[in-house]
């Protein structure tokens, strides 16, 4: 027989990964404190050549390292899940469009990646997601930071018993919606001047009317829009996973190991095969 | 029709990137133009796919640079030439500087990477990354993304048919609205679990998570060449930049 049939353990080279996270987590941060700390005099006189530069390599090049540390630790069942993450993330956008809904709900992949395979796949999901979406909406490349924070933030979530019961989620979604849009808010201000859709531009419009600078305006404008959508998110995935089979839920180790979702492991609820519109 | 591919994904990518740098370093309005102008234009032109790209980088870059006009062109409090002023809204000269700049940045971001994804080979650029020896694993994450993407879309709109001829009705209020995402989403996040779960063992089966390096069926279209000019690319935009950045902070 060939060795190549035979499934040698991978080795372990525990340092270099927490190297590779430790820097990646150190250079988010440190772009993030660069711009609100340093920067938000300059968005006032031109555009900010060095904020954009810094916001652009920061975020991007700290999503990078992270998913760098994150990818060698993760197990086969976390990378098959990973993709259709990644791909619901992009397709569920545009559902929601074709429904006619006002949130973006750009993050119930990575949510649902983080829940069952544990926050660094949730990270690693939400870094990539915003990096194959940015080859066909731009856009969503400088948010891969954000991103990442999204899914690792909602495994640790997951991890303390957040989606045991249908009513803890919408409050574990405020928080990371309101982190999330903390962090994404110096992105959109230094790389697009704040542009967005015309509903977020609108809420933005009301803060500068009322005199705030444009971090301000839109860091409040994150933490609404975020907080809102991620609240969403949150119950959607929450109603998803209840209804899914045990047998899916129990091919994740993360999901087993944890508890994630209690005592509830995959009896399908009522609301989640009931169809709308009465 | 495709037009014939002269240089690797690869280096048409990093190609890109490194224009959107440049942008960014030089951060002046003449500068995006020429690139808009010189550079987006021909690119797309001679793409082969001019109509669709075009299509796209206005679908992408329209309603943001619409409503980027709108919002710094009405509200920009920091703004001291007043042209127009509506009582709370007042157009200033600065606002609409600040709207044309930013707007001309976002476009040729658009239009330079747009172009560069568009005309990408997919199954090229993850052949090459195997060839180069890149993770594997992200490599298997990439192409198994993009290759899900066609077939999550059209699950999501057969799943959307059934349940409307079950009787799904889309409604004005909030709560129908998610009662029917939850309907759509449901059945769709399950089937595709269940998929991959299957996957999952026929990857375990097949050695996916034992170690060494992997081979590609598709042979590999980079060149010695093309990889020193991507390491010769990478170092004079690394030199142009510092050196720009420096000589803007002296002066």
Known sequence: MSSSLTLAAESTAQRPRRLLLALGGALIVATYLFLVIVQPAEIAGGMGSTASLVSLFGFLGGGALLVGGILPMLTTSSLVVMPLGIALNIAIGQIAGSLGMQIYLDAIGT??????????????????SNAIWGLFNPFALPFAAGAALIGLLAGLAARYGAFRRVYLAPVAGVIVGAIGGLVAAPVAVFMFGAAGTFGTN???????????????????????SDSLDKIVVFVLVALIVYALPQRAVRQFPFARTYRVLGTRTGTPTRAAVQPAGK | ???????????????????????????????????????????????????????????????LLLSSLLLHGLFFPEGSTVLVD????????????????????????????????????????????THRGWNRKLVFIVGSAVGLLPHVALRAQQVTRAQQARGL?????????FRALVAVTTPLVIGLLVDASERNSMLEARGFSSPGARTSYLPDTDTPHQRRARRAMVAVVGVFSAAWLVIAAVA
């Open chain 2, 1 to 63: 029709m495709p037009r014939r591919r002269i240089y690797n994904p690869l280096t048409e990518l990093l190609a890109a990137v490194l224009l959107v740098v440049l942008v960014l370093v030089v951060n002046r309005w003449e500068f995006s133009l020429a690139v808009l102008v010189f550079g987006v234009l021909p690119a797309v032109l001679l793409s082969g796919r001019a109509r669709q790209i075009g299509l796209a980088i206005v679908l992408v870059a329209g309603p």
């Open chain 1, 111 to 128: 949510v649902l990646v983080a829940v069952l395979a544990g926050p660094a796949a949730g990270a690693a999901t939400g870094a990539i």
């Open chain 1, 202 to 224: 609108a809420i933005i419009a009301a803060f500068r009317s009322m005199g705030d600078k444009l971090l301000v305006a839109a860091t409040k404008q994150g933490l609404l």
């Open chain 2, 86 to 129: 509506l009582g709370i809204a007042r157009v200033t000269a600065e606002g609409l500087t600040f709207a044309a700049g930013m707007g001309l940045r976002m476009t040729v971001f658009t239009g330079v990477l747009l172009t560069a994804a568009m005309t990408m080979d997919i199954p090229e650029l993850l052949a090459t990354m």
């Open chain 2, 169 to 177: 009705v889309v409604g004005r209020a909030p709560l129908s609205r």
